[in-house]
């Protein structure tokens, strides 16, 4: 079955880095991409950005270009979001999804909190 | 980009009623849209894709309809276990937008 399993509850500093894994098992990992999205306390889903683990290629959304970066492992079928300058309101529950016509398969979700 | 607008951004509704949520696209998409559920502490749930298919194990009171703009999702008949926010999302292409979400609950 399809599992993805991301790391643990991470706590910043204003300014400091988040990278959040995403370990993907029970499917090809390069045939669908990944999907990151976000839900800040009390607000609704935010979609962050997309890579393909076949090729690399991203897309971020625009309020995020320039602090965001996924990646993936492909030995190891892992991926990755890093969140660079973070601010309080980057503080939100961040979710990896298989996505391929919609997200099926969600990992657990990473607490991420931003705070001096 | 696309923008996602849903109406209404909440509803309360009895036991047993009908409650359609409407999700509506600033340009067509087609038919690429999906519908999710979300609960407090929980994962998102997939529960319609490509507008109107229903995903595998999700109960048949949810239905979706709807091409190009304008999309719905139906409960037809509410249950306590359909307390939720439901968000529509668009992948036709990038960026996947969600709408902002409707909140359902029991009268």
């Known amino acids: 079955q399809v599992q993805l399993v991301q790391s643990g509850t991470e706590v910043k500093k204003p300014g400091a880095s988040v990278k959040v894994s995403c370990k993907a098992s029970?499917?090809?990992?390069?045939?669908?991409?990944i999907s990151w999205v976000r839900q800040a306390p009390g607000q609704g889903l935010e979609w962050m950005g997309w890579?393909?683990?076949?090729?690399?290629?991203?897309n971020y959304a625009q309020d995020l270009q320039g602090r965001v970066t996924m990646t993936t492992d492909t030995s190891t079928t892992t991926a990755y979001m890093e969140l660079r300058s973070l601010r309080s309101d980057d503080t939100a529950v961040y979710y990896c999804?298989?996505?391929?016509?919609?997200?099926?398969?969600w990992g657990q979700g990473t607490l991420v909190t931003v705070s001096s | 980009d696309i923008q996602m607008t849903q109406s209404p951004s909440s509803l309360s509704a009895s036991v047993g009623d009908r409650v359609t949520i409407t999700c509506r696209a600033s340009q067509g998409i087609s038919n690429y849209l999906a519908w999710y559920q979300l609960k407090p502490g929980k994962v998102p749930e997939l529960l319609i894709y490509a507008a109107s298919t229903l995903q595998s194990g999700v109960p048949s009171r949810f239905s979706g309809r709807g091409s190009g703009t304008d999309f719905t999702l139906t409960i037809s008949s509410l249950q306590p276990e359909d307390v939720a926010t439901y968000y529509c999302q668009k992948y036709n292409n990038v960026p996947f937008t969600f709408g902002p979400g409707t909140k359902v609950d029991i009268k």
């Open positions: 029970g499917y090809i990992f390069t045939s669908y991409g």
């Open positions: 999804a298989k996505t391929s016509g919609g997200s099926r398969d």
């Open positions: 890579i393909s683990p076949y090729n690399g290629n991203t």
